[in-house]
């Protein structure tokens, strides 16, 4: 069973520049998984951030940034900001229709 | 605007039926894939199914694979989904998105299933 894995939880400070990773227990991340990223604050559903690996959203400013770092889908946040402190999701495209969510980063801004 | 609101959810008894829906306003409804994503209390997102714009293939967890059917009425602007045979596991907030078959861009704002006795 495959398994997306990402960093349970993650600090940075305000003005900070943090990397979350989203990586694959049955081997490396590439752009054919086409990874996205999710933003998720409590009681509220998830936005979207990046799709296709490293395209932002409408709306999203290019603080959030996507890429692949060695075998891993990554999503870098510079110039951190408080209300950057929520949830972060990563979803991976397997095949044949299925495409499988990590388990979430909890990103903290202090 | 582009918006996604859901609707059907409630209180069901183990075993028992469902059928949730979302319906769409704002854009080109017959163009897009459509996903059902949920989220148990506490926990992460969880792709249950989608469906290709013209309803033509469905995918499925396999966590609700023979359960569940996704169905969409391109007429009605409409994304269904049928649960049947529920579970306490079942139960979770059921949200709705717009997207392409490996993302989301557009989300509804849930609605809450609660499978119990």
């Known amino acids: 069973q495959t398994v997306v894995t990402q960093e349970p939880s993650f600090s940075v400070s305000p003005g900070g520049t943090v990397t979350l990773t989203c990586g694959l227990s049955?081997?490396?991340?590439?752009?054919?998984?086409?990874p996205s990223w999710y933003q998720q604050t409590p009681g509220q559903p998830p936005r979207t951030l990046i799709y296709s690996t490293n395209t932002r959203s409408s709306g999203v400013p290019d603080r959030f940034s996507g890429s692949i770092l060695g075998n891993k889908a990554a999503l870098t946040i510079t110039g951190a900001q408080a209300d950057d402190e929520s949830d972060y999701y990563c979803?991976?495209?397997?095949?044949?229709?299925?495409?499988?969510f990590g388990g979430g980063t909890k990103l903290t801004v202090l | 605007q582009v918006q996604l609101v859901e609707s059907g959810g409630g209180v069901v008894q183990p075993g028992r039926s469902l059928r949730l829906s979302c319906a769409a306003s704002g854009f080109t409804f017959s163009t897009y894939a459509m996903h059902w994503v949920r989220q148990a209390p506490g926990k992460g997102l969880e792709c249950v199914a989608v469906i290709y714009y013209d309803g033509s293939n469905q995918y499925y967890a396999d966590s609700v694979k023979g359960r569940f059917t996704i169905s969409r009425d391109n007429s009605r602007k409409t994304l269904h989904l049928q649960m049947n045979s529920l579970r306490p596991d079942d139960s979770a907030v059921y949200y709705c998105a717009r997207g392409l078959l490996d993302y989301m861009d557009v989300w509804g704002k849930g609605t809450t299933v609660t499978v119990s006795s």
């Open positions: 979803m991976v495209y397997i095949h044949n229709g299925i495409s499988i």
């Open positions: 049955s081997g490396s991340v590439s752009t054919t998984n086409n």
